[in-house]
């Protein structure tokens, strides 16, 4: 249906209060009012999923640590959930003394008694209680008459009064009284104080002093008029009431018309000493007031608001994930652009701004003046609020690079430094003038995404960061003998074209170690010009985004550099990805060299070389003697090769060596149980194995199951005798991907021709149980001994 060109004949305007003596619209605010938060209550109520107890637990908590002194809780009647928080913080004493929590109930006897029940111990509460009283709500709703709808409060009042002093005798619990005429802006003026005269008066212990005042709050429940409106009624409540240094006015603006800000700072001036409302303006439909607005805007104006908001963005942080909604990032003081100059005017001003008054603050600090903020654009010091400068003077989408910067900040969390920008706004500018269209938001970041090969997939470039291992060492003086500079050794594994390689290389830090593998391993030879790096996300899951500027050896002649960007969660990790991020770019369709491992006599390549090849590519820790027995192994191969192994066959060999990760193994396991015998101290196997296809039932007795499955196969062996010489075990893989990888080193002892003979071999084997790990590397080494079986 379209909007209708009368819409008087559909919507009736708000009735103006004649007010003779105006006096609101002369004052100015210069004290902070009573703050309630209600977000716990009325924000709640009005999440598509209300907070857990958890999440309600944290924000009360943020709640006090903000300085507020009065927090609606809950609607305890309301549900067990309610009930529950508010037992909660009473019973876990997580309530501070000089902090009031107030609970909502309707003016119901048996959910008033419920609300009571609900904060009996507390120290000290505030009971509020409500009932509507303008013509819709008493005439539709409740079909009450005005008189009816006062003797409903009265009534109430009374019972409130008569159950808080029966709580206070047997608990200790100290109770303010508040009292809503709810939908006071739709109520007549003169019935708004005929029921809070009389809800007064049965109360009848409302006093001068603090704790003693009774409160009335006067909620815009629905938005129906202008700011000016709200604040005209509340003028004439306060100038009507009776006993008003015995009462605190409270108002609890919603936000229908948008202006929810405006009439509450309109209604403090024309009395009200309290403001109930949420953080950044949650609540039902368009939300209640924003309470962080209305204290801002005083700090703005040099009045303290008695809240502390000097880390706003860790608020925002608890504020979203509780209510599970994002803040607009327009939204004053909290939006995520709100201190963001787009324009190129608007960033020169206040560049110029900062300038002036970095001079003018000087001068105040020599004559002894205050030193006042007047930077254009910004009516508050971000940093005031804990936010830094850089949005301010770095983004500016008018300027080609900066508005290309913001979109990929925004869109892939990166924040380019400022010599990147200018490198990749050259890769736009051709798309642009190539095409000759605009150019959008998925072109930019997928741009990005080939240019400096990040993300993943098809973005990759020919090297690709697999793992890596960083280690410190000591550097020597060799005329001294005294430690110098720490030095970083590399040790990791590259995807180079699609095959696995390991590198290895030292420098002075982990950037420079990788360099030097690639020049030393892959004839790739680049030095770092510049490098940079900033956090992304927050919390447990932030990582960090590094950026590094390579350059060509040699004297600086030219201009040619080439940018890259890695994301990780460990630092060094993301500046080793910006490294080969910024090769992938400078190398090109270059042809690289394989690599090679030198093993022969009097060569830097040795024992510890060839476990960095396991440990990288299969990430198997070797002990110490199958480091040493494998090495040898190597050694006898390389010599058919003139002492030289490339690393893919030496981790071929090593597969092939100990039958690792390769096809089914001859003997295997097919079921085995291990039990606890005697005084726990012994363990009994029973199983069956398979050995070339026979099925071999076994069992056998020891002190663990490994001796015990020796044991058994022990038993079952056509010669000789078979013991562990060494085992070790560790785990590789994470989250439900972790197993067990265990290490036998098996020796078989047989006598031959009256002489005996001792052979030993190692059996690797890795398994989601540990101790089927180890009974399967005995069977793998067994197998490599070549042990027969006896069926």
């Keep these: 249906m379209p909007m209708l060109t009368d819409p008087s004949q559909k919507y009736k305007p708000y009735t103006p209060l004649q007010l003779e003596n105006r006096q609101w619209p002369s004052k100015i605010l210069s004290k902070s009012p009573i703050w309630l938060s209600t977000d716990l209550r009325d924000g709640n109520q009005a999440l598509a999923n209300p907070m857990t107890v958890e999440q309600k637990t944290i924000f009360f908590q943020t709640l006090v640590k903000c300085g507020y002194k009065e927090i609606e809780v809950a609607y305890p009647a309301a549900s067990d959930t309610d009930f529950g928080f508010v037992r909660l913080l009473i019973e876990r004493n997580l309530i501070p003394d000089d902090v009031w929590i107030q609970v909502l109930t309707p003016a119901r006897e048996d959910l008033i008694r419920r609300t009571i029940e609900s904060v009996s111990g507390c120290k000290k509460a505030i009971l509020h209680m409500y009932n509507a009283t303008c013509p819709t709500f008493r005439q539709v709703v409740f079909k009450n008459s005005e008189e009816e709808t006062v ?103 919603h936000n229908d018309r948008g202006t929810g800000i405006a009439a509450a700072e309109l209604a403090q001036l024309a009395g009200a000493d309290r403001v109930e409302g949420c953080l950044f303006g949650n609540g039902e439909r368009t939300g209640n007031v924003d309470l962080v607005n209305l204290a801002l805007n005083l700090y703005t104006q040099g009045v303290h608001p008695q809240v502390d908001l000097s880390d706003l ?328 090769s003139g002492g030289e192994i490339t690393y893919t066959n030496a981790v071929e060999l090593f597969r092939e060596t100990y039958k690792y990760g390769g096809p089914i193994r001859r003997y295997s396991i097919q079921a085995f149980k291990v039990d606890t015998i005697g005084d726990g101290t012994r363990k009994a196997f029973s199983g069956v194995i398979d050995v070339e296809g026979k099925q071999i039932p076994i069992s056998g007795e020891g002190n663990g199951p490994l001796s015990a499955f020796l044991s058994a196969i022990h038993s079952r062996i056509e010669s000789g005798t078979l013991s562990i010489r060494e085992y070790s075990e560790h785990a590789i893989g994470e989250g439900t991907e972790v197993k067990a990888v265990s290490y036998v080193e098996l020796s078989h002892e047989v006598e031959v021709d009256r002489k005996t003979k001792k052979v030993s071999t190692w059996g690797i084997a890795a398994d989601t149980d540990i101790t089927g790990s180890g009974l399967m590397a005995v069977l793998a080494a067994a197998e490599n001994l070549g042990i027969t079986f006896k069926a």
Excluded at 314 to 343: Q, W
Excluded at 351 to 361: D, M, S
Aim: hydrophobic share 35%.
């Design 151 to 253: 003797e409903l409060a009265v009534k109430h009042t009374k019972l409130v009064r008569q159950l808080t002093d029966e709580c206070t005798a047997k608990f200790g619990t100290q109770f303010r009284y508040e009292y809503s005429p709810e939908t006071f802006s739709q109520t007549e003026p003169d019935f708004a104080v005929q029921i809070c005269e009389a809800v007064k008066t049965a109360w009848g212990r409302a006093g001068p002093a603090h704790d003693d005042r009774i409160i009335f709050n006067l909620p815009a429940t629905v938005e129906i008029g202008p700011p000016n409106h709200y604040a005209d009624l509340v003028e004439h409540f306060c100038s009507k009431i009776s006993e008003r240094d015995h009462i605190f006015i409270s108002l609890h603006p």
């Design 313 to 640: 963005d860790a608020i925002i942080e608890i504020v979203t994930k509780c209510n599970d909604m994002p803040i607009h990032p327009r939204h004053p003081y909290a939006g995520e652009l709100v201190f963001t100059a787009f324009s190129g005017s608007h960033q020169d001003a206040i560049k110029k701004g900062f300038e002036a008054q970095a001079v003018r603050w000087k001068e105040a600090e020599v004559s002894g003046e205050k030193k006042t903020w007047d930077i254009p654009y910004l009516p508050i010091d971000p940093a005031d609020i804990g936010c830094s400068y850089e949005a301010v003077i770095r983004v500016n989408s008018q300027s080609g690079k900066g508005g290309i910067a913001y979109l990929i900040k925004q869109h892939l969390g990166l924040d380019m430094p400022r010599r990147m920008q200018i490198a990749f706004y050259s890769v736009i500018q051709a798309i642009a003038d190539r095409e000759a269209r605009e150019v959008t938001v998925e072109d930019i970041t997928s741009s990005f995404r080939k240019v400096y090969h990040y993300g993943g997939g098809s973005y990759q470039g020919r090297l690709v960061l697999k793992s890596f291992r960083l280690m410190s060492e000591p550097s020597v003086d060799p005329d001294t003998d005294e430690g110098g500079e720490e030095r970083r050794r590399f040790d990791g594994s590259i995807y180079v074209d699609g095959t696995l390689r390991i590198l290895r290389g030292e420098g002075n830090g982990p950037l420079s170690a990788l360099l030097n593998a690639l020049k030393s391993h892959l004839k790739i030879d680049y030095s770092i010009k510049d490098y940079t790096e900033h956090t992304l996300g927050e919390g447990q899951t932030a990582k960090a985004a590094s950026y590094v500027e390579l350059v060509p050896p040699g004297p600086r002649s030219t201009n040619e550099s080439w940018w890259g960007v890695g994301v990780d969660s460990d630092i060094a990790g993301s500046g080793l990805r910006a490294v080969l991020s910024a090769v992938n770019s400078a190398i090109g369709d270059r042809t690289l060299p394989e690599l090679k491992l030198s093993v022969g006599f009097d060569v830097s390549s040795g024992q510890s070389d060839i476990a960095s090849v396991i440990v990288n590519s299969l990430h198997l820790e070797l002990p110490r003697r199958l480091q040493s027995s494998f090495f040898e192994v190597v050694q006898r191969t390389a010599e058919t």
